[in-house]
C-alpha cells in the first residue's frame, strides 16, 4: 500500500530530525573515545543496515542512536547510552509513541543493567505533558523541540512544515517535492539549524549524556545476607514476626550477597548474587571504573 502524503511528509521530519541530533552524538564519541551506532551498514550486524539489537531472549529492537564503548564496525561494545528520536504532529499519537520508545528501549536496557547506559530521546512536536512526565518516569532524559521550532527551521529553506488535519493531499505533495529539490548540503544546513533552535536546552542535554559518559564508581556497598527466609500469609503475621524479631541472636547459614554500585553522576546500578564467584566477577567488571586516584 502506498504511503499518504502526509505520511511521507513526516517521514521527512523525523529523518531531519535524526540529522539533527547525529553530529552532536559523533562529536562525543569523537571526544571520548566511543563507537556510534547509526542505521547504516556494519560488519556487526551481519548487513542489517538498522540499528538493531537483541534483548536478553533473543528479541529484535530496532534503535536509532547507540553509543558504545569498546565497540567497532566489527563488535558490538558495551552500550553507554541510548538515544532515540521522534517526531508528532498531533498530542493524539504521542502517549502511544511514548509507549513505543520505552517497549523499544527498556529490555535492551535490562540486558546490559549492569552497565547502566542512560536512556535519552529527542522529541520534536506536539506531546502532551502527560507523555513527557511518563518519559520521564521511565527513566529517560528528554530533549524537546517545539512543533512552532520545526516550522520556523523548515520555512528558511521554503518549506511549509505546518499542518493540520484538514491540509489537502496537494500541499504536502508540494511539501515533499520542495524537499527533494534541495541539495544535500541545504538538508544538512536545515537539521542544523533545528538543533540550534533551543541552544540552551541542547547544550543541556549533551551534558547529561556526557556526564553518563565520564562518570566513574565513587562508592560499592555489599551486604552479606544470613539467615532463613521467613514467607507469612498476612500482614499481621509479618508485623507480628518483626515485632518479636531478636535482631542480637544469631543467625543461620549466608543467604546472599546484594551488591550496589553508585556512579559520581548519581547513577546506581543494584544486583543479588547467591554465589561467591559471580559476585566477585560482577565487582571485577568495574574495576576500571572506579574513582581515579
Not at 67 to 76: A, F, I, M, P
Not at 104 to 114: D, G, S
Not at 205 to 232: K, Q, Y
Request: aromatic residues 10%.
Amino acid at each position: 500500500m502506498a504511503k499518504s502524503p502526509s505520511h511521507e511528509f513526516g517521514q521527512i521530519v523525523g529523518t531531519v530530525l535524526e540529522m539533527a541530533v547525529e553530529p552532536f552524538l559523533r562529536e562525543l564519541a569523537a571526544k571520548h573515545g566511543l563507537y556510534l551506532d547509526v542505521k547504516g551498514p556494519r560488519a556487526a550486524r551481519r548487513g542489517r543496515s538498522k540499528v538493531t539489537w537483541l534483548d536478553q531472549y533473543d528479541n529484535a529492537h530496532d534503535l536509532d542512536f547507540v553509543l558504545e564503548r569498546n565497540g567497532s564496525d566489527e563488535q558490538q561494545g558495551t552500550p553507554v547510552a541510548f538515544i532515540e528520536t521522534a517526531w508528532r504532529r498531533y498530542t493524539k499519537h504521542s502517549r502511544n509513541k511514548a509507549q513505543e520508545i520505552h517497549g523499544a528501549v527498556a529490555p535492551i536496557r535490562e540486558k546490559y543493567r549492569a552497565a547502566a547506559p542512560l536512556a535519552g530521546v529527542v522529541l520534536a512536536g506536539e506531546f502532551t505533558a502527560d507523555s513527557l512526565l511518563q518519559l520521564e518516569r521511565l527513566g529517560f532524559q528528554l530533549l524537546h523541540i517545539s512543533y512552532a521550532h520545526v516550522v520556523v527551521a523548515f520555512a528558511r529553506y521554503g518549506i511549509d512544515a505546518s499542518s493540520d488535519e484538514t491540509t489537502p493531499d496537494a500541499e504536502f505533495i508540494r511539501k515533499i517535492a520542495t524537499w527533494k529539490q534541495l541539495p544535500a548540503a541545504r538538508r544538512k544546513q536545515l537539521a542544523a539549524d533545528l538543533a540550534n533552535c533551543d541552544r540552551r536546552a541542547v547544550r543541556d542535554f549533551i551534558t547529561v549524556i556526557e556526564s553518563a559518559i565520564t562518570r566513574f564508581v565513587e562508592r560499592v556497598r555489599v551486604l552479606p545476607l544470613h539467615g532463613e527466609v521467613r514467607e507469612l500469609n498476612c500482614i499481621a503475621n509479618a508485623v507480628d514476626f518483626v515485632s518479636r524479631y531478636r535482631e542480637q541472636a544469631r543467625v543461620g547459614g549466608f543467604m546472599k550477597y546484594e551488591i550496589e554500585i553508585r556512579y559520581s553522576n548519581g547513577d546506581k546500578v543494584l544486583a543479588e548474587f547467591s554465589g561467591k564467584g559471580v559476585a566477585v566477577d560482577f565487582l571485577k567488571s568495574y574495576q576500571d571504573h572506579f574513582k581515579p586516584g
